[in-house]
């Protein structure tokens, strides 16, 4: 009897532990469940739309994944603390431009804003995907079916026409006003540094391979002289981007109280051979901008190409430094 009765203590005992250990289980698993269904509706809850250039687009929670497809683009979240996992390939870079190369890392290249690579995309399995309108309209249609697809209208010299558009595509509204806050008040502080210095009417011209352009207000150097309360040479003072194809009897609309210049280099040396050219033209020598000795050579990325809030900042620092130091 006293066997008989162990055994019975014991087998009760062992299913009063299974029974105690079931409840658990099923409480962790109840629990689990109500977790999955919080953070369900705190993703659906974060979900926002944001109306663009293409449309409305519907995007679920913070993107983690964000492919960008315009070089301004990529500025605009690196400066709002979000790193892509995939970007085009800077225009003067192996792949990206030297200012932005230390925060890229492990970044991959897809194509270029001419021509995004749609593999190389996919592949990355992106939750946002960033692009603009007047390079890849075209394929939007394609992209949208590889993730919500965001497009800004065009690209023009006032990079910040766009950036909070990008702001808001990644949930980053408030951190890319303090972006614009910032820049804003240093314009405002270094237009006071500058003064009566801001009366000297600054001349811009680039250098390309077969081409030599002049500068006006809406190129991206333009816009950044323009916030400043720079003055411009007469013919440089108009509300478009450039005059294209300039021929050498167009040197003497070079001319200002300063003139900066840069040169889209390829690799081929074209651009480097025609700025040589151009500077040592008699012409060119006869500017009085040229007998004063300021002439200067600047970074066409910063200057021109890059387009973004991080060029814009690095632009000023040459303004700094050329006005200010010299």
């Known amino acids: 009897m006293r066997k008989q009765y162990k055994f019975t203590f014991l087998t009760s005992l062992v299913f009063a532990l299974l ?6 289980s099923g409480a962790q698993k109840e629990e689990e469940t109500v977790s999955n269904k919080n953070e369900a509706k705190t993703e659906e809850s974060t979900a926002y739309t944001v109306e663009h250039a293409m449309g409305t687009t519907e995007i679920k929670g913070t993107p983690k994944r964000v492919v960008i497809l315009t070089n301004e683009g990529t500025e605009a979240l690196l400066a709002l603390g979000v790193k892509p996992v995939g970007a085009v390939k800077s225009w003067l870079g192996n792949p990206w431009y030297d200012h932005i190369k230390d925060q890229m890392e492990g970044v991959k290249e897809v194509g270029t804003e001419s021509e995004p690579n749609l593999e190389a995309i996919a592949a990355l399995k992106p939750d946002l995907i960033i692009g603009n309108k007047l390079r890849q309209e075209q394929i939007y249609e ?3 079916t590889i993730a919500p697809t965001v497009f800004a209208e065009t690209l023009k010299g006032d990079w910040k026409e766009n950036f909070m558009l990008y702001a808001k595509a990644v949930n980053k509204e408030e951190k890319g006003q303090e972006v614009m806050d910032a820049y804003n008040k240093r314009i405002e502080e270094l237009k006071e540094k500058l003064g009566d210095k801001l009366n000297m009417k600054v001349s811009i011209v680039r250098f390309l391979a077969g081409d030599v352009r002049i500068y006006h207000k809406d190129s991206f150097s333009g816009v950044i002289l323009e916030q400043l309360g720079f003055a411009r040479p007469e013919s440089q003072n108009v509300n478009d981007f450039a005059e294209k194809g300039v021929t050498k009897e167009r040197i003497p609309a070079m001319d200002g109280d300063i003139l900066f210049y840069f040169t889209y280099e390829t690799g081929d040396g074209e651009a480097s051979k025609l700025e040589k050219e151009w500077i ?9 901008v040229a007998k004063q000795g300021k002439v200067y050579k600047v970074s066409d990325a910063i200057w021109n190409t890059a387009g973004g809030v991080l060029a814009a900042h690095l632009m000023l620092d040459d303004i700094e430094k050329y006005f200010l130091e010299n």
């Open 19 to 24: 029974f105690v250990l079931a409840g658990c």
């Open 142 to 144: 394609q992209l949208s």
């Open 280 to 288: 040592n033209d008699p012409l060119f020598k006869n500017l009085n």
